[in-house]
């Protein structure tokens, strides 16, 4: 029982390490990737507290060296999604009533594990199965996971602080519980940090969590659950399954406990779990609450008052970072006529600079893309602009998933603001500018709003402040997270809180207090000191 009321440290964000030549950090990561590629890796699941093996073993290998095996995860069936939701309603109780401060001190522990002895180890984990260069894991899976770990620690306590008024003779309370249920978290394969907050949040609120990530990402979200058990994590609070999507949601969406879906993957699954959750909503004991981030299709307007070399570079880095597979990845671009061969020249330098290959080479600024299903999509998308006559490939376009599932960077250039690659999210290190009239910036700004589904990030460069004002007035509702003179990736925990609205999600900005509160159900308790003993009230009295 606690005697005090608690303060937690203030969080700051993480510092990112530069891994220049010499540097420990260097060397430690280094070290750490040879490590895996000596060693295979078995991954069982962890069902309340237990490592599950099943009969079936499936093989992981970089997306970059697809010849290599890093090890074998063991996959499950209907049977472990059942294993799993007994677990997190077993464990439910004691971690609900464990004390706040408790459960703040394993993610605060958690946090300081990932930025101290397993950042070497969560990076490189990251580096091999999701083809990340060293500075793209650094601030993903090290800075990123531990600012959110660490800032919704501060977060909860904001919201717990949260009290209402008090009326003479009366105590009014409130008190955030955590969802009557179990909470299930599907993760994606490019953000170790979102694998690791999807199922952390929720967690740390009080609630137990089953956790699918994607197949593609199960060697470092072994991982973070390793670090979360060191941590002290209780068993069954966050149960690890490695099974098939349609196996898990058939289980799990008719369970009476459901009680939240924490979601990032594509808009087209997302909408095909609500409509599930919809149809089966009688069944469940309270409403679930369903947050998701989806798909983007990221823009980047330049005005023609603007610095083109800014420009370029936040298109050199905003669309072929991470091979142009963040949500947020500058996708499309709209460039006033009188700047283009500026920026055009800038462009095909910096592409024609980058160097493409493995991770363990730190001089590759790219790497591969995740998987051969994403190959073969994304390179379809170039062979047809190759055959299109009202597109033009300016740069790049060759695939070859020979050794690994390389795409080159690769920009078109679109005669019209609505062909197929202006408007369709591709995932990939494809950027299409369109070149517009500098007399049009407005009628472009308009466009540029109607052409896409999604409004998840974007970008306005200009020097004008007219003009400025004008794109962030016009282009209101067209990014959850907007940028002024910078690349529309990057967010940051307790900086810039992510996520879009219309079809790039339920825009509940992770890395924010918002976040959280969708993993409470707040219980107002009055307490009446001095309570009336006689129903009758004055006004009865006529004289």
Not at 38 to 61: A, D, F, L, R, Y
Request: aromatic share 10%; glycine share 8%; with cysteine.
């Amino acid at each position: 029982m606690s005697i005090a009321i608690f303060s937690t440290p203030t969080p700051a964000n993480e510092p990112v390490l530069n891994y220049g030549p010499g540097s420990p950090e260097k060397a430690a990561l280094k070290a750490a990737l040879a490590a895996f590629k000596e060693n295979q890796t078995e991954i069982p699941m962890t069902i309340g507290g237990k490592k599950i093996k099943s009969g079936t073993k499936v093989s992981m290998h970089p997306p970059h060296e697809i010849k290599h095996t890093l090890g074998h995860y063991y996959k499950g069936g209907s049977d472990v999604v059942n294993q799993a939701i007994d677990a997190a309603l077993a464990a439910k109780p004691s971690w609900e009533n464990m004390p706040w401060e408790e459960r703040a001190a394993i993610f605060l522990k958690a946090a300081d594990l990932i930025s101290g002895p397993y950042r070497a180890k969560i990076s490189a984990a990251t580096m091999l199965c999701q083809s990340k260069n060293p500075y793209q894991a650094e601030i993903d899976a090290v800075a990123e996971l531990a600012d959110f770990f660490r800032f919704n620690v501060q977060y909860m306590t904001e919201i717990y602080a949260q009290q209402p008024n008090s009326a003479p003779g009366i105590w009014n309370r409130l008190e955030y519980r955590p969802l009557e249920g179990f909470i299930f978290a599907i993760t994606p394969f490019n953000f170790t940090a979102i694998s690791g907050n999807l199922p952390g949040a929720p967690a740390l609120m009080g609630n137990t969590v089953i956790w699918k990530p994607a197949e593609s990402q199960i060697f470092s979200a072994a991982v973070v659950m390793e670090i979360l058990e060191e941590a002290g994590l209780p068993p069954g609070v966050i149960n690890l399954i490695f099974v098939d999507g349609p196996a898990a949601g058939e289980i799990i969406f008719s369970h009476p406990s459901f009680a939240g879906l924490h979601f990032t993957g594509s808009t087209g699954v997302f909408n095909h779990l609500w409509g599930v959750i919809g149809k089966n909503v009688s069944n469940y004991i309270s409403y679930p609450r369903i947050v998701g981030e989806t798909g983007g299709k990221d823009f980047v307007m330049v005005h023609p008052s603007a610095d083109p070399g800014p420009v370029i570079t936040a298109l050199s880095r905003g669309a072929f970072e991470y091979q142009g597979q963040k949500c947020s990845a500058a996708s499309r671009a709209y460039i006033p006529k009188s700047l283009w061969p500026a920026v055009k020249k800038g462009l095909i330098e910096d592409i024609q600079s980058f160097k493409m290959g493995s991770v363990e080479d730190f001089s590759n600024f790219v790497n591969a893309v995740i998987d051969e299903r994403s190959f073969d999509k994304i390179s379809n998308y170039i062979a047809q602009a190759k055959k299109d006559k009202e597109v033009e490939v300016l740069v790049g376009g060759g695939c070859d998933k020979s050794e690994g599932y390389y795409v080159e960077p690769t920009i078109l250039v679109a005669n019209d603001p609505d062909y197929r690659t202006m408007c369709e999210e591709i995932f990939g290190p494809v950027l299409t500018i369109y070149v517009y009239e500098d007399k049009k910036f407005e009628e472009t700004l308009e466009k540029l709003d109607k052409t896409s589904p999604y409004a998840l990030t974007g970008a306005i460069f200009a020097k004008e402040r007219a003009a400025i004002q004008t794109a962030v007035s016009k282009l209101r509702h067209s990014a959850g997270n907007f940028y002024i003179n910078d690349k529309p990736t990057g967010a940051v925990v307790g900086q810039q809180p992510f996520g879009g609205s219309r079809a790039s999600g339920t825009n509940d900005k992770a890395g924010s207090i918002l976040n959280l509160y969708r993993w409470i159900s707040p219980r107002t308790i009055k307490e009446n000191f001095v309570p009336p003993k006689d129903y009758r009230y004055p006004f009865l009295a006529e004289e």
